[in-house]
Each structure stands twice: as structure tokens, then as C-alpha cells.
């Protein structure tokens, strides 16, 4: 099983930037989907931007490309998120995700079907 903690939420103006970072552990296959999600009060948990730490892949949600950013340390088995233009719509529970198949299934890379989850940390951005 990976166990995932992620760290870097908090309150930002909008317009403004965060990082998150997911530290991993505990990893028994070679390669994994490491993928951000959120989940705001009343709505479903979206997936955000996934990489496939093998190949380098990149995925996002149409509703984030161009302001975020992921991306991975493998040193340190650390997976960051860059939120740069941040909005209030943004504003989310984040969790961090790893599934060592997402990612070469068509259609699941950003569906919340991942078997390892974070606790999650709060991004809020306020208008």
C-alpha cells in the first residue's frame, strides 16, 4: 500500500499562487499514476492533473490547463502541484492519489477509481 500525506493548502487571494507537495512511501511497483484531485462541499471529487511517474505523461482537467501544474520528484518521492491564476471556484479539499494502472487505462487517468488516497489538505481562494 502507498501512503500518501499532502501539505502546502491554505488561503490565497485570487489571482494568486499555491504548491502542494504529496510526500509517497511504501511503493511495490515500478511505476505509478500520481494523480491530484478535489472535492468541493456539495460536489463530486474531480480529478485535476495526473502524471504517469514512469513515462512523464502529463493529464489535466480542462478547467485547470494553462494555470496548474504538476509535476514529481522522484528523489525525494515527492509529487507537487503549481496553482498559479488561482480562482475562487479552486477552492477545494485537495487530495493526492497514486494507482500503479490509471494511467494506461483510457478514460480512468482522472477518474477518482485510485486505491491509494491522502488525507488531503484545504486550498481556499477568496474573491
Known amino acids: 500500500q502507498v501512503h500518501l500525506v499532502e501539505s502546502g493548502g491554505g488561503s490565497v487571494q485570487a489571482g494568486g499562487s499555491l504548491r502542494l507537495s504529496c510526500a509517497a512511501w511504501g511503493y511495490t511497483y515500478s511505476s505509478y499514476c500520481m494523480a491530484w484531485f478535489r472535492q468541493a462541499p456539495g460536489k463530486e471529487r474531480e480529478g485535476v492533473a495526473a502524471i504517469d511517474t514512469g513515462r512523464g505523461t502529463t493529464h489535466y482537467a480542462d478547467s485547470v490547463k494553462g494555470r496548474f501544474t504538476i509535476s514529481q520528484d522522484n528523489a525525494k518521492n515527492t509529487l507537487y502541484l503549481q496553482m498559479n491564476s488561482l480562482k475562487p471556484e479552486d477552492t477545494a479539499m485537495y487530495y493526492c492519489?497514486?494507482?500503479?494502472?490509471?494511467?494506461?487505462?483510457?478514460?480512468?487517468?482522472?477518474?477518482?477509481?485510485?486505491?491509494?488516497w491522502g488525507q488531503g489538505t484545504q486550498v481556499t481562494v477568496s474573491s
Open positions: 492519489a497514486a494507482d500503479p494502472h490509471a494511467c494506461l487505462v483510457p478514460g480512468r487517468v482522472l477518474n477518482p477509481s485510485y486505491n491509494n
